[in-house]
């Protein structure tokens, strides 16, 4: 794991990050991959390739072009085997897709959390402002009061 620090005006806010394996990193792309208009294009053209070659006849659909030991009974355990495997990957892919996805929504959870603590120095530091410019606005009436008092010898009083 390692640790960005991010900074605040008050202190700094740390986001821990982990160091991605090599198969997290793999995963990733490949899960990402899997979900683009790319990848999903490829398999409609794959698809509409697939069911003319069958449909029109240019292949047996019978299975005589495929060897006998590919459409016996006893290739059954091998094929599913293989189709078992593709959607245990396939899953795999699923978990190493929703774990990037909890990463990153940790990594803006914390990005939020340090504006947060950022919003909540500026707001401090706003208020203590606003109190010095509340001070001086006083002062300065006080200082122009005096100033008036020192000239026309008026103290405010007003006479009948």
Known sequence: MSQTKIATPNEPVTVTTEK???F?????????GMGTPLNIGVWIILVVGWTPTFALHIVNASGSFLPTWFTSTGYNFPLNLVTTD??????FLVGASSNRSERNLEATLARISAQDV????????????????????QEIHELTKAIHEALTGDKGIAKP
Do not use: F
Not at 24 to 32: N, P
Not at 86 to 91: D, P, Q, S, V, W
């Open 86 to 91: 593709a959607e245990l990957y396939i899953g």
């Open 24 to 32: 997290q990193r793999a995963a990733d792309k490949v899960s990402y």
């Open 118 to 137: 950022q919003i909540d120095s500026v707001e401090d530091k706003l208020s203590e402002v606003l109190s010095q410019n509340t001070a001086l606005t």
């Open 20 to 22: 991605l394996s090599l």
